[in-house]
């Protein structure tokens, strides 16, 4: 298994419609993960940390399953704004660097 | 605060010329890192310091320099360029990498380098 791992998509969808992207990881040990937003031809910026078994903030919620070891971003009522790369983001073994999935383009459209 | 600066935004380079992208960053941040990324390769890890004076290899240090002497900058250097150098490169900070908290990494606006 690759240390970070997320399907590239593209996701189109409708404003409103809910959509989840995942993440798989290969490091048993890591305690802390992130999603970053990335803006087209801009830097990446946190968008979510999770430390437990999720995290909530307004229309995003992200979930951990640590036995499958995976990440979940969910977006609600999506916005023309939430358009962008997401980026699933998971320290490396030694604790040292986080290392960054491809990333998840979303496309939300009216 | 500024944040994280990077110089310049932009560069067009010939195959074999060096140049040194500046970065340095105002939050007395002791991690820094460069990533560079590519269309469908993510970001990917360069080079990373964990306070002055100490640095390490990442996922693709070859043909690139670092130096820590001050904790806030942490420039890159390109020895001799090479076309496939062509890309946006990224300098980040954070307080803590891999703990639990605090560990925001905080980007640049990036590097749009040019190899030809």
């Known amino acids: 298994r690759k240390e970070v791992e997320q399907d590239p998509g593209p996701f189109n969808v409708p404003e409103g419609a809910t959509v989840a992207f995942n993440c798989t990881y290969s490091n048993s040990a890591s305690q802390s993960f992130f999603w970053y937003r990335q803006d087209c031809r801009k830097e990446p910026k946190l968008l979510m940390s999770v430390y437990s078994s999720g995290n909530e903030d307004g229309r995003f919620t992200a979930q951990l399953n640590r036995a499958s070891q995976y990440i979940s971003l969910l977006i609600r009522d999506s916005k023309l704004s939430d358009s962008a790369t997401y980026l699933c983001v998971v320290p490396n073994q030694a604790g040292t660097a986080l290392i960054f999935g491809k990333g998840t383009t979303l496309s939300v459209s009216s | 605060n500024a944040g994280v600066t990077q110089t310049p935004k932009f560069q067009v380079l010939k195959t074999g010329q060096s140049m040194t992208l500046q970065c340095a960053q105002d939050m007395n941040h002791e991690y820094m890192s460069w990533y560079r990324q590519d269309p469908g390769m993510g970001l990917r890890l360069i080079h990373y310091s964990v306070g002055a004076g100490i640095t390490d290899q990442g996922e693709v240090p070859n043909g690139y320099n670092v130096s820590r002497s001050t904790t806030e900058d942490f420039p890159l250097r390109l020895l001799s360029a090479a076309p496939s150098q062509t890309s946006v490169y990224f300098c980040?900070?954070?307080?803590?990498?891999?703990?639990?908290?605090?560990?925001?990494?905080?980007f640049g606006p990036g590097t749009r380098l040019t190899v030809l």
């Open positions: 980040a900070s954070s307080y803590n990498p891999g703990g639990l908290a605090d560990n925001e990494q905080f």
